[in-house]
């Protein structure tokens, strides 16, 4: 089956990026929009845009009926889904199938499978990945303290159903955990409809490595490498890079083995990424999550390795093999990307939508900029407050991030507030130039005010 | 500025009936609202140095209305379109007719109310029906049965002259819709 013409059901930089690869592979677009996003970069570029609802986006980005239709009602062959959104939702594949519409992206029954906690990690235990551990039966307070004595404290509790932090937390004393799993529970059900819970062992220096993979329908499936994305806030990543940082050869062979077992065991088709945590004190890993999407950070390995994954995606819907095998897959240099949100970081990371007034980007041949932001573009107050994501790639680490520095250096936003100025300052810190910093560490830099956060105008 | 300030003078917040002391009890949040005469003096200088030419602003039961010298009154009472489109409210397939069979739901000449089914928009298995939401006489019908309609797309155009004023009717006739 060839794909012809394709719906993108997204929006901002991920959107324009798709459109990038299709006009590559003479494929026409037809991009899906809010009210707020006809006048968009992606809406200009595409061949088609079609109008599927109001702001909000529970009417128009989240609405399955409307992708579909819009998707059928404009001669559409297939739908790329992007990341958030519908990207993960198991119903828009079907939907799509009965429509006769191809899903980029794998098949419903992986979506729902994978996008469940406690079927994902069944699946990876069943498939020799190491979980963190714990137990994923939690019912009653007292099981709760059971199993915190067998894995050892601090302990995480989580939703079984579900993430965004509902009815997670954090316990260091057994005698808080009678109290935590009620506060979890209830939570929990609140929020998703079910009480059940997670119980796992607390890695207090982690690092967060993920492996990109690549599965086709004829049972090929490789891995890209990995990514550190050990640089978060409240769970967003900030600054991802390539390859990850001080974690031994031995285990990062051994984590991208167990992200292609854990594809084969699938079945996977498409482009995914199966996350995990990494104890830098006991250099173990653990399984975290699949995601069964094209990543926001996937440009850090493009990159490095020269594939076009939002090119792979394309292949694989269309039903052919995948173009390389893996030995064929070399990455070369390193990699950093960063991301630029419209957040005042000076104001506890408020969200900061309006006028862009200028928009200069760095321009260097190792410098490569994934945006939907011109100058006179107004940022819509509705959605993900993602301007831009710089990637730098260097032959070394040391070279990448002396090239992202001068690159952050370089670019300027004036309109909006962004964070430009606090990445700025988060790569000036010798923790980053020498790597040795674990997932909390944005979060505990920026509390201490150890980092300047201030306006992009007061900069020198 | 001397009709500026002449209008600001008129405004007499103080006397507002709506902002009463019980009001401050129940819902402080209200009273941020209140329009001092150094509010007004400031909104109107700042409205002075601006290249607006007209402002119109409603705090609670204060309007203040300013013009500048020769500005010119921009909402006449005569001003309303006669000829107004209705969009559809939500993407969908348009569906001309009821699915039981018959005649389509609106054609030029038809006269609507607020209330008149003009189309269906399907979505999967939903179909919804889109009212008229004006009074008047359908001009146009703009989409086909069985065509993609966007969010916000024109569906109809509805003249919304009174058709018991001849004259009006006459002049909707002979001039084309803007």
């Given at each position: 089956?060839k794909v012809?013409?394709?719906?993108?059901?997204?929006?901002?930089e991920?959107?324009?990026?798709i459109i990038?690869?299709c006009?590559?592979l003479g494929?026409?677009t037809?991009?899906a929009v809010?009210?707020a996003d006809r006048?968009?970069?992606?809406?200009r570029?595409?061949d088609?845009t079609?109008c599927?609802?109001p702001?909000r986006a529970?009417?128009?980005?989240?609405n399955v009926?409307?992708?579909v239709?819009?998707?059928?009602?404009?001669?559409?062959?297939?739908?790329?889904?992007?990341?958030g959104f519908?990207a993960?939702?198991?119903?828009?594949a079907?939907?799509?199938?009965?429509?006769?519409?191809?899903?980029i992206?794998?098949?419903p029954?992986?979506?729902?499978?994978?996008?469940d906690?406690?079927?994902?990690r069944?699946l990876?235990?069943?498939?020799g990945v190491?979980?963190?551990?714990?137990a994923?039966?939690i019912a009653?307070?007292q099981r709760?303290i059971?199993?915190a004595?067998?894995?050892?404290?601090?302990?995480?509790?989580?939703?079984?159903a579900?993430?965004?932090?509902?009815?997670?937390q954090?316990?260091?004393e057994?005698?808080?955990l009678?109290?935590?799993f009620?506060?979890a529970?209830?939570?929990a059900?609140?929020?998703?409809?079910?009480?059940?819970?997670?119980?796992e062992?607390?890695?207090p220096n982690?690092r967060?490595?993920?492996?990109?993979?690549l599965?086709?329908?004829h049972?090929n499936v490789?891995h890209l490498g990995?990514?550190?994305?050990?640089l978060?806030?409240?769970?967003?990543k900030?600054?991802?890079?390539?390859?990850?940082?001080l974690i031994s050869e031995q285990l990062?062979?051994r984590?991208?083995?167990?992200a292609?077992g854990?594809?084969?065991?699938?079945g996977y088709e498409?482009?995914?990424?199966?996350?995990?945590?990494v104890?830098?004190?006991r250099?173990?890993f653990?399984?975290?999550?699949?995601?069964?999407?094209?990543?926001?950070e996937?440009?850090?390995t493009e990159v490095?390795?020269?594939?076009?994954?939002?090119?792979e995606?394309l292949?694989?819907?269309?039903?052919?093999?995948?173009a390389?095998d893996?030995a064929q897959i070399?990455?070369?240099?390193?990699?950093i990307?960063?991301r630029?949100?419209?957040?005042?970081a000076h104001?506890n990371?408020?969200?900061?939508?309006?006028?862009?007034?200028?928009w200069?980007?760095p321009?260097?041949?190792?410098?490569?900029?994934d945006?939907?932001?011109y100058?006179g573009y107004?940022?819509?107050?509705?959605?993900?407050?993602l301007?831009?994501?710089?990637?730098?790639v260097?032959?070394d680490?040391a070279?990448?991030?002396?090239r992202t520095?001068?690159a952050?250096?370089e670019?300027s936003?004036?309109?909006?507030e962004c964070?430009?100025?606090?990445?700025?300052?988060l790569?000036?810190r010798?923790e980053?130039?020498?790597?040795?910093?674990n997932?909390?560490?944005v979060?505990?830099v920026t509390a201490?005010?150890?980092?300047s956060?201030?306006?992009?105008g007061?900069?020198? | 500025?001397?009709r500026?300030r002449?209008l600001v003078a008129?405004c007499?917040?103080?006397?507002?009936?709506?902002l009463?002391?019980?009001?401050k009890e129940v819902?402080?949040?209200?009273m941020m609202l209140r329009?001092?005469r150094?509010?007004?003096?400031?909104?109107?200088?700042?409205?002075?140095s601006?290249t607006?030419?007209?402002?119109e602003?409603?705090?609670?039961a204060?309007t203040l209305e300013?013009?500048k010298?020769?500005?010119?009154?921009t909402?006449?009472?005569?001003a309303l379109p006669?000829?107004?489109?209705?969009?559809a409210?939500?993407?969908?397939?348009?569906?001309?007719e009821p699915?039981?069979?018959?005649?389509p739901?609106v054609r030029?000449g038809?006269?609507?109310h607020p209330?008149t089914?003009?189309?269906?928009?399907?979505v999967g298995?939903d179909r919804?029906p889109?009212?008229?939401?004006v009074?008047?006489t359908?001009?146009?019908?703009?989409?086909?049965g069985g065509?993609?309609?966007?969010?916000?797309q024109?569906?109809?155009?509805?003249?919304?002259?009174?058709p018991?004023?001849?004259?009006?009717?006459?002049?909707a006739a002979?001039?084309?819709a803007?």
């Amino acid at each position: 089956m060839k794909v012809r013409r394709v719906l993108i059901a997204n929006r901002g930089e991920i959107a324009v990026r798709i459109i990038r690869t299709c006009r590559a592979l003479g494929i026409e677009t037809v991009v899906a929009v809010s009210d707020a996003d006809r006048e968009g970069l992606a809406a200009r570029l595409a061949d088609r845009t079609v109008c599927i609802g109001p702001a909000r986006a529970a009417a128009s980005y989240l609405n399955v009926g409307a992708v579909v239709t819009a998707a059928v009602g404009t001669g559409c062959d297939a739908v790329h889904p992007g990341y958030g959104f519908l990207a993960e939702n198991a119903s828009l594949a079907e939907a799509c199938a009965e429509s006769g519409v191809t899903f980029i992206g794998p098949r419903p029954e992986t979506i729902r499978t994978l996008g469940d906690k406690i079927q994902a990690r069944a699946l990876a235990v069943s498939a020799g990945v190491p979980v963190v551990p714990g137990a994923d039966d939690i019912a009653d307070s007292q099981r709760a303290i059971s199993v915190a004595r067998d894995v050892g404290l601090p302990i995480l509790l989580k939703a079984a159903a579900g993430g965004g932090g509902k009815g997670m937390q954090v316990v260091h004393e057994l005698c808080r955990l009678r109290g935590a799993f009620e506060t979890a529970t209830a939570e929990a059900r609140a929020a998703f409809g079910n009480g059940t819970l997670y119980m796992e062992r607390l890695v207090p220096n982690a690092r967060h490595i993920e492996v990109q993979i690549l599965g086709d329908r004829h049972g090929n499936v490789l891995h890209l490498g990995e990514r550190d994305c050990t640089l978060q806030r409240r769970h967003q990543k900030v600054v991802e890079e390539a390859p990850a940082v001080l974690i031994s050869e031995q285990l990062r062979d051994r984590m991208r083995q167990a992200a292609v077992g854990l594809a084969v065991a699938v079945g996977y088709e498409g482009a995914g990424t199966v996350e995990f945590l990494v104890d830098q004190d006991r250099d173990e890993f653990f399984f975290l999550e699949v995601n069964t999407r094209i990543q926001v950070e996937h440009p850090v390995t493009e990159v490095l390795t020269g594939v076009d994954l939002v090119g792979e995606q394309l292949r694989i819907a269309a039903g052919e093999p995948l173009a390389l095998d893996q030995a064929q897959i070399h990455l070369r240099g390193h990699a950093i990307e960063c991301r630029i949100n419209a957040e005042a970081a000076h104001d506890n990371f408020r969200p900061s939508p309006g006028l862009i007034s200028e928009w200069r980007e760095p321009d260097h041949a190792y410098v490569r900029v994934d945006t939907h932001c011109y100058p006179g573009y107004g940022v819509p107050p509705f959605y993900d407050s993602l301007l831009a994501k710089l990637i730098v790639v260097g032959q070394d680490r040391a070279e990448a991030v002396a090239r992202t520095q001068l690159a952050l250096s370089e670019f300027s936003i004036q309109g909006v507030e962004c964070t430009l100025p606090f990445l700025r300052s988060l790569l000036q810190r010798p923790e980053y130039a020498t790597g040795s910093v674990n997932t909390r560490w944005v979060e505990s830099v920026t509390a201490e005010r150890k980092i300047s956060v201030g306006h992009e105008g007061e900069r020198a | 500025m001397d009709r500026a300030r002449l209008l600001v003078a008129s405004c007499r917040p103080e006397e507002e009936p709506t902002l009463g002391s019980q009001v401050k009890e129940v819902n402080p949040k209200i009273m941020m609202l209140r329009l001092t005469r150094d509010d007004i003096a400031d909104i109107v200088q700042a409205f002075g140095s601006s290249t607006f030419t007209s402002l119109e602003l409603r705090v609670g039961a204060v309007t203040l209305e300013v013009r500048k010298p020769g500005a010119e009154e921009t909402r006449p009472a005569d001003a309303l379109p006669r000829t107004v489109e209705v969009v559809a409210p939500l993407l969908g397939i348009f569906e001309a007719e009821p699915v039981t069979g018959g005649p389509p739901f609106v054609r030029p000449g038809t006269r609507v109310h607020p209330e008149t089914t003009v189309g269906i928009l399907h979505v999967g298995k939903d179909r919804t029906p889109v009212m008229a939401g004006v009074c008047g006489t359908v001009d146009e019908v703009l989409v086909k049965g069985g065509q993609l309609v966007e969010y916000g797309q024109p569906m109809l155009r509805v003249n919304t002259a009174p058709p018991d004023l001849p004259g009006e009717l006459t002049d909707a006739a002979g001039a084309d819709a803007p």
